[in-house]
């Protein structure tokens, strides 16, 4: 409690109530790095759920949300099972405080659960006893990987992480991703510094080619509903997909 984590400065970004002092802190900390972090946040937020409905849409209906978080407001299985009310959904996260607040919200939900693993562990997740009482391995699954991948170090080999999941999931499964990304290499090496300077190790901020790695052989959706728009890496916002909601206007935190 008394150092920033991840799941906690993202819930104070966010504007949710599952922080402390030390998260708060980081949370205002990082928007005068890089103005505009919580906006961001929201951004990224809104995308998820977007990328949720129109994977349930498409009638899948297992989710693995990878990093998830802290519970806040249009999680991953509300959105999904709004679509369908069978759907399952394994939520995993590094941070057992996701577990804690995670069963308070599930506790009456069928069809999910939380796992506290390290992602890294691509068996252990995917053997747990809740991905195995959830997910049916021979029917397509939605992984999801939102504002993750950029707390993995190079040197841990974040995109065959992502392939060892894949190269788990039968044919017509789905990918949500999202990542810090910078054209400005020299840029995001100083916010990655800084963001390490605040004792959180995490904004791994990586260029629009490495993030990409993560679609290596997929088949990347349109961002917009007609499918004319290129089927490129884009912004989280920019990614629409017919959805045309107004873009988030959060607060930023205060001191
Ligand atoms: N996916 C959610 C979203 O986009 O709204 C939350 C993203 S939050 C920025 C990143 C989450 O990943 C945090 O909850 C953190 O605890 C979790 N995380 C970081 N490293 C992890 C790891 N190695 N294994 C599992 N979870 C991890």
């Given at each position: 409690?008394?150092?920033?984590?991840?799941?906690?400065?993202?819930?104070?970004?966010?504007g949710?109530?599952?922080n402390?002092?030390?998260?708060?802190?980081?949370?205002?900390?990082?928007?005068?790095?890089?103005?505009?972090?919580?906006?961001?946040?929201?951004?990224?937020?809104?995308?998820?759920?977007?990328?949720?409905?129109?994977?349930?849409?498409?009638?899948?209906?297992?989710?693995?949300?990878?990093?998830?978080?802290?519970?806040t407001?249009?999680?991953?299985?509300?959105?999904?099972?709004?679509?369908?009310?069978?759907?399952?959904?394994?939520?995993?996260?590094?941070?057992?405080?996701?577990?804690?607040?995670?069963?308070?919200?599930?506790?009456?939900?069928?069809?999910?659960?939380?796992?506290?693993?390290?992602?890294?562990?691509?068996?252990?997740?995917?053997?747990?006893e809740?991905?195995?009482?959830?997910?049916?391995?021979?029917?397509?699954?939605?992984?999801?990987?939102?504002?993750?991948?950029?707390?993995?170090?190079?040197?841990?080999?974040?995109?065959?992480?992502?392939?060892?999941?894949?190269?788990?999931?039968?044919?017509?499964?789905?990918?949500v991703?999202?990542?810090?990304?910078?054209?400005?290499?020299?840029?995001?090496?100083?916010?990655?510094?800084?963001?390490?300077?605040l004792?959180?190790?995490?904004?791994?901020?990586?260029?629009?080619?490495?993030?990409?790695?993560?679609?290596?052989?997929?088949?990347?959706?349109?961002?917009?509903?007609?499918?004319?728009?290129?089927?490129?890496?884009?912004?989280?916002?920019?990614?629409?997909?017919?959805?045309?909601?107004?873009?988030?206007?959060?607060?930023?935190?205060?001191k």
């Amino acid at each position: 409690m008394s150092r920033p984590t991840v799941a906690r400065t993202y819930d104070a970004l966010l504007g949710g109530k599952d922080n402390f002092q030390p998260d708060r802190d980081a949370a205002v900390a990082v928007e005068e790095i890089n103005p505009g972090s919580t906006q961001l946040c929201h951004e990224n937020r809104a995308f998820l759920s977007r990328g949720v409905r129109h994977v349930a849409g498409l009638g899948i209906r297992q989710f693995i949300d990878l990093g998830s978080g802290l519970p806040t407001v249009e999680n991953t299985h509300q959105v999904a099972q709004s679509v369908a009310p069978d759907t399952s959904v394994v939520y995993v996260d590094i941070d057992p405080i996701v577990l804690s607040h995670g069963r308070a919200i599930l506790a009456d939900t069928p069809g999910t659960s939380v796992v506290t693993a390290d992602i890294r562990d691509v068996d252990s997740v995917m053997s747990a006893e809740e991905t195995r009482r959830l997910i049916d391995p021979s029917q397509p699954v939605c992984l999801m990987l939102v504002s993750l991948l950029h707390c993995i170090p190079d040197e841990d080999g974040p995109f065959d992480v992502v392939r060892g999941y894949l190269d788990r999931l039968p044919a017509g499964s789905a990918l949500v991703y999202s990542h810090l990304c910078a054209s400005d290499v020299e840029a995001g090496r100083t916010f990655t510094r800084r963001v390490h300077e605040l004792g959180m190790d995490w904004g791994r901020i990586r260029s629009p080619e490495e993030c990409a790695q993560a679609f290596d052989s997929l088949e990347i959706v349109s961002p917009s509903t007609d499918g004319t728009a290129p089927r490129v890496l884009v912004d989280c916002d920019t990614w629409r997909n017919g959805d045309i909601e107004p873009r988030p206007r959060p607060t930023p935190p205060e001191k």
